[in-house]
C-alpha cells in the first residue's frame, strides 16, 4: 500500500534553530510530493510541492524540501525558524490521480 | 488558488442525530474531497465527489454513514449520520487543482463534537 510517514511528531526548537522535518514515502515510480503546514486555528496551506524536474524546490516564508528518490523522502528544511513557524506541518503525496496520502504531521513548537 | 467555505464551522451534536455540512468554492472544480481529521491525528480522505456521479468512499467509510452530494461544480454536501462521540472530528473538503498534479486547496473545516 501507498503511504506518507512522518518520524517526527513533536519538534521543539529555540528560534534562529534550522528545521529539518522527515518525510518519507512508499510510492514506486511518479510521484507527487507536497508539504502543507496548519497554522493554530487557520486551514491548511500548501508550503511547497514537488512534480518533477530539480529535487530542490523553494516553497513560502523559507521553507524548502529536497526529493531524494534513492531514500524515498521529501523532508521539510528552514535555515532559522520563527516563533511564527509554530504549526503543524503535514508531509503529503500521491502516485496518479488526485488521492492524497497525508503523514501522521508533525507539531513543531517555537520557543522565543 | 481556489476559495472554500464551509458551513458550519463548527457544532455540538448529540448522540443520533444528523449534520449536514456545506461546502461552497469560489470556481468550477471537477473533484472535491472530504476529509476527516480526528483530534490529534492526521487527515483520512472520507470520499471523492464528482459531480454528476456517485461519490466514492475510502475504505472504512459507506454511504449510509457519510453520504454526499454534490449537485454541481461548485458545491457539495456531507452528512454524518447517527453520529456518536467516535464521530467528532474536523471535517475538511478540499478541491483539485484542475490537474492531475494533486494539489489540493482546503476548506477552513467544521469542527464538530457529539457529545
Known amino acids: 500500500a501507498q503511504s506518507v510517514s512522518q518520524h517526527n511528531h513533536h519538534v521543539i526548537l529555540s528560534e534562529a534553530a534550522s528545521l529539518e522535518l522527515g518525510c518519507n514515502y512508499s510510492y514506486g515510480g511518479t510521484v507527487n510530493l507536497f508539504w502543507y503546514v496548519q497554522y493554530p486555528g487557520q486551514h491548511l496551506q500548501l508550503l511547497l510541492k514537488y512534480f518533477s524536474g530539480d529535487p530542490l524546490v523553494k516553497g513560502i516564508k523559507g521553507f524548502e524540501a529536497e526529493f531524494i528518490k534513492s531514500k524515498f523522502s521529501f523532508n521539510l528544511r528552514k535555515p532559522s525558524v520563527q516563533w511564527s513557524d509554530t504549526a503543524e506541518y503535514f508531509c503529503?503525496?500521491?502516485?496518479?490521480?488526485?488521492?492524497?496520502?497525508f503523514g501522521g504531521g508533525t507539531r513543531l513548537m517555537v520557543k522565543p | 488558488s481556489a476559495v472554500i467555505s464551509q458551513k458550519p464551522s463548527r457544532d455540538i451534536c448529540q448522540r443520533g442525530t444528523s449534520l449536514t455540512i456545506q461546502c461552497q468554492v469560489d470556481s468550477q472544480v471537477t473533484m472535491m474531497f472530504w476529509y476527516r481529521q480526528q483530534p490529534g491525528q492526521s487527515l483520512t480522505l472520507i470520499a471523492t465527489a464528482n459531480q454528476g456521479s456517485e461519490a466514492t468512499y475510502e475504505s472504512g467509510f459507506v454511504i449510509d454513514k457519510f453520504p454526499i452530494s454534490r449537485p454541481n461544480l461548485t458545491f457539495s454536501t456531507l452528512t454524518v449520520s447517527n453520529m456518536s462521540p467516535e464521530d467528532s472530528s474536523i471535517y475538511l473538503c478540499?478541491?483539485?487543482?484542475?490537474?492531475?498534479?494533486?494539489?489540493?486547496?482546503f476548506g477552513p473545516g467544521t469542527r464538530l463534537t457529539v457529545t
Open positions: 478540499s478541491v483539485d487543482s484542475q490537474g492531475l498534479t494533486s494539489e489540493q486547496y
Open positions: 503529503a503525496g500521491s502516485k496518479e490521480g488526485n488521492m492524497l496520502t
